[in-house]
C-alpha cells in the first residue's frame, strides 16, 4: 500500500506511523543496504507512512538524505527529508530547496540543526545562517514563487519541538518558538524524544490552550543498552533519559536475550499511552538493523491499546525540581501552572535595564528625537564619515557591552539585549534550539543559553511577552562591518517594515 504523508496526516482519526533511518558515512554498502531494505519491507508492510531521513546526524558527515530519500521514493514509499541550517548558507539552502523540488520531494522537516561535528581535515564550519524559523519562511516563499510560475504546491513542511525542558525559561521558550515556527508555514511538528509522559501531555496542552491545530508526531526509540548510555550521559542534544530509566535498561540487558524484549515492550506501551493522549502518531527511531523490531512494536500496540490508561504512570517520571507549564491536579482533571523562582544576577539586571534604556532614548523609531538621528545617520553617510562613528563610539561601546561581532546589522534587542551573533553558537534569532540542557547552552556547556538568560531577566520586569513574540528576519550579511547604528537608522537593516512568509528569496 503506497501512502502519502500529507494526506495521512490530514486525515482525520488516522493514526500516522513514521520511521527515522540514519544514513552513516558511506555511498553503499551495508549500512545503506539495510536502510533501503528496511523501508522497501516498511512499505510492504503498509503501516507506516513515511520514512524520514536524517540531515549528517551529530554534525558528522552522512550520505545526503536527497539521495537517499530519493532513491526510497522511487521504490513506492514516501520520505520526509530533515534539513538543517548547519552546513550550508542561505544560498546553498535555497539550491537544496530548489533540487528536492526537482526530484518531487516535498516533506521537509526543517531544524535547526545539532552543532558542526568533524569531517575530513577536522571540525566543520557551524554556517547557521539561517534558524529554523527562518528556513520554514524560505520555504514557504519558495513554495509561493514555484506555485505563482505554474507548479503544484511543493513543500510540506514541518518542524521540530521539545517539550523536555526543566527550567520555566526553556519551556516558555520552546513553546513560543513552535507558534513562531507554525506561523512561518510549518504544517507538522514532530517531537524532540523524551520518556516523560506529563511533557507529552504539556505540549497538547500548550497547543489546546493556543489553538494551535497542526498534527503533532511525539518521538519514540527504541531504547537499548548502546543507545541508553550516551542519552543518560547528556551526549544526545535534548534528550533526557533518567538515571531511574537508564539503570533499568541496564538491568534488561543483563539477562540473555531479554534486552531487546523489553525495549520492544516500553516503546510499544508509551506508543499506546501517546496514542491515547491525544498525539496524530509516533515517529519511531532506533531501528538499525531490520523491520521485524517496527512489526513487533507495532503487533504489540495492536494488542494492548484498549488497556492503554494501564500503561500511563509507568511513563511518570517524578523527578525533583523539574518545571512543568501545567502540573495535573491530583483528584481533577484540571490544570495549575508550575512555579519557579527565578534568580537575576546584579550585573546582568543592570546590562539590561542600561541597554533597554539607551534603545529607547536612540532607537526607537517613534521617538522625539528619531527624525534627528536620521538626518546625523544620512549626513554622514553622504560624507562617507561613518566609519568614525563606528571606530570611535560604536565598537569600543559595543565590543564591551556585547561582545559585538560588528555584523552591521544588529539583533540584540529580539534577545533581550544579548548579542543572538557572539551569545549563540548557532546565531539563533527566533528563540533556543532544542539542544540546551538545564538552561544550559548545548555547545558551550557551562554557560547559560542566551535565550534562558534574556528570558530570566525579562521575566524580572514582567516583559516576557516581548520575547519571540514575532518573526525575526535573517541578518544582512551585506552590512557586515558597517555601522548598525546607521543601517538603523536609515532602514537598511533587518528590521525594514517586512513581514514573513513574502520576504522576496
Ligand atoms: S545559546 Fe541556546 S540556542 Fe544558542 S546554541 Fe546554545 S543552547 Fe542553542
Known sequence: MIHNFNDDISTPDKFVVTLELVPGRESSGRTIDTITGIAREAQADGRITAVSITDNPGGNPALSPDALGHEILNDGMDVIVHFTCRDTNRVGMESRALQLAHMGMKNILALTGDYSGKGFGGAGLPVFDFDSVILTSMLSSLNKRLIRAGHASIFVTGCAVSPFKYTEAEAWIQYKKLERKIEAGASFAITQLGYDIDKYEELLLYNKDKKIEVPVLASL??????????????????????????????????????????AIERTARLGVVLKGIGYKGIHLGGIHDSFATVGKILDRMAAIEHNWLDYLDEFREDEPNRFYLYKQAETAKSVIPGKETIKVKLTDNFHYLFLRTAHELFFDKRAALAPMYKKISNSLDKSN?????????EDPFKKVMLSCKSCGDCGIQHVGFLCPESGCPKHTRNGACGGSNNGFCEVNTDKLCVWVRAYRRMKKHGETDKLTREFVPPRLWELKDTSSWINFHLERDHQKPVKPPARTL
Open 221 to 262: 526509540y527504541v531504547l537499548d543498552k548502546r543507545s541508553a548510555r550516551p542519552m543518560h550521559a547528556g551526549r544526545i542534544p535534548g534528550v533526557h533519559v533518567t538515571e531511574k530509566l537508564y539503570n533499568k535498561v541496564m538491568q534488561e540487558w543483563e539477562g540473555a536475550g531479554e534486552g531487546m524484549q523489553h
Open 385 to 393: 564619515t561613518s566609519w568614525l562613528l563606528k571606530v570611535f563610539l
